[in-house]
């Protein structure tokens, strides 16, 4: 295993991350998956004898279930617990009343007390806002959880699926109030969804933020169990295709990755897995299985490699369409990289 820091922070984090949103198969979280204890026990035994030290869940899977199964795998393997880096996330809605859900201060205190009782953990190590909550002040949301790193409840705090400029507002506010700053960003990237790469990569590398990725194969799209035109598989895309995955993108990817993973002898997943691992902005990739030897499987992506014509070839078949501003960008910039001047031109 690899592993890298987290942002701008000193935490190391494995390079893989057990994603655990199909555990339990409670409520709307069902379609995921319904994996009873048991076999959540031997998915962290294999991760954690793997090398991987970063559990990444939140208090709305399966109504709270995931979080109390993994507290229960940690003590059944007797891990200790110090070795682990637990993320869990607040936002979604936790009960029927108005303050059960978003971003409010009542709501966060409320949530990381019932993840902690969950997680049977004093304190939990990445808490993560589930997204944007346009009801609550940034400033009110960064503030309780600047207090909550402070009172030793959590260590770090992050963010998932935000826009780039609601980032870029909370880390300014952090920053000019002296309080505690995003570590990280959950986002979704992979070779068929770039679009992270218009704004959000660009934020993250200039603030030194993590970036921790989810789907990285596309709800299965980028397994290859899918074809062009052809019958879906029985799987996570056919039954819940959430969000809208670019499916032509993904079949010109797999035309390059398929060959590509037959002469290295290794298979398809392994391959568009190791490409996010390649990417300089990406601290760790969540990885999620139902099955046991398909978490085998994505566990030997850490060690696959690519010549530079192979990053080419991936490179120009998953590539973004070049859209406003950033065509204009780059000819209005030429005169500062390429010493061309408009004035004399």
């Known amino acids: 295993m690899k592993y890298k820091i987290l942002g701008n922070t000193g935490l190391k984090v494995s390079t893989l991350c057990l994603g655990t949103m199909n555990y339990g198969g409670k409520g709307f979280f069902g379609y995921m998956g319904n994996l009873d204890q048991d076999e959540v026990d031997e998915q962290i035994r294999t991760v954690t004898e793997a090398g991987v030290n970063f559990i990444d869940t939140a208090n709305i899977y399966s109504e709270g279930l995931s979080e109390v199964m993994i507290g229960k795998a940690i003590k059944n393997l007797s ?119 218009r704004e959000i990569v660009p934020l993250l590398l200039d603030q030194k933020v993590g970036m921790m990725i989810w789907s990285p194969l596309s709800g299965g799209l980028l397994t290859g169990k899918y074809k062009r035109g052809g019958q879906k598989e029985a799987g996570r895309l056919s039954s819940f295709p959430f969000p809208p ?63 530079a014509e192979e990053l080419l070839q991936l490179q120009e078949a998953s590539k973004l369409p070049v859209e406003y501003p950033a065509n204009v960008l780059e000819v209005m910039t030429m005169d500062r990289g390429a010493g061309i001047d408009f004035l004399n031109a």
């Open 79 to 197: 891990i200790n617990r110090d070795d682990l880096v637990l993320a869990t996330k607040v936002r979604g809605s936790m009960g029927k009343g108005e303050n059960d859900r978003g971003l409010s201060k009542k709501h966060i205190i409320q949530q990381v007390e019932g993840s902690l009782e969950r997680l049977g953990t004093d304190y939990i190590d990445l808490y993560q806002i589930h997204t944007a909550d346009p009801l609550t002040p940034i400033e009110e949301t960064i503030r309780t959880l600047d207090d909550l790193v402070r009172s030793g409840k959590i260590r770090y705090f992050g963010a998932s699926n935000m826009a780039a400029w609601q980032l870029m507002k909370g880390l300014a506010y952090s920053q000019y109030n002296h309080l505690d700053r995003f570590a990280s960003l959950q986002a979704n990237y992979s070779l068929d969804v770039r679009d992270a790469e």
């Open 245 to 307: 995955f670019h499916e032509e993108r993904a079949y010109d990817v797999l035309d390059v990755l398929a060959p590509m993973a037959e002469q290295k002898q290794i298979s398809i997943s392994q391959l568009a897995l190791a490409w996010l691992l390649h990417q300089p902005v990406v601290s760790s990739v969540i990885i999620g299985a139902t099955k046991l030897h398909q978490l085998h499987d994505n566990l030997k992506a850490v060690d696959v490699t690519f010549t």
